[in-house]
């Protein structure tokens, strides 16, 4: 059974940093598209980053574009969402999903705020 549990979450003054993990079970994520995306409050939920098998382009959308990074760890069965330079429009709940098997996250809550 696909299971996918985010963690990481939390608050963070801007400019700071915060890691993200996506802990996957029942798939290989080696083998798969993963990415991550994020939703505020009375907004659609917004791509942020793909992370493809090895040897496929990351993507990113334009607004954390050098200040993101996704990260496997096969080892661990974890896809991570390194992110510097934080901003307050970063608030958000992120969400890891794999799109082609449907699979979705509970998400975890991001707060940037001084």
């Known amino acids: 059974q696909v299971h996918l549990v985010e963690s990481g979450g939390g608050f963070v003054q801007p400019g700071g940093s915060l890691r993200l993990s996506c802990t996957a079970s029942?798939?290989?994520?080696?083998?798969?598209?993963m990415a991550w995306y994020r939703q505020t409050p009375g907004k659609e939920r917004e791509f942020v980053a793909r992370?493809?098998?090895?040897?496929?382009?990351?993507v990113y959308v334009d607004s954390v574009r050098g200040r993101f990074n996704v990260v496997r760890d096969r080892t661990k069965g974890t896809l991570y969402l390194q992110m510097n330079s934080l901003k307050a429009e970063d608030s958000a709940v992120y969400y890891c999903?794999?799109?082609?098997?449907?699979?979705w996250g509970q998400g975890t809550q991001v707060t940037v705020s001084s």
């Open positions: 029942g798939f290989d994520i080696m083998l798969y598209d």
């Open positions: 999903h794999v799109p082609t098997l449907g699979a």
């Open positions: 992370s493809p098998p090895p040897g496929g382009p990351e």
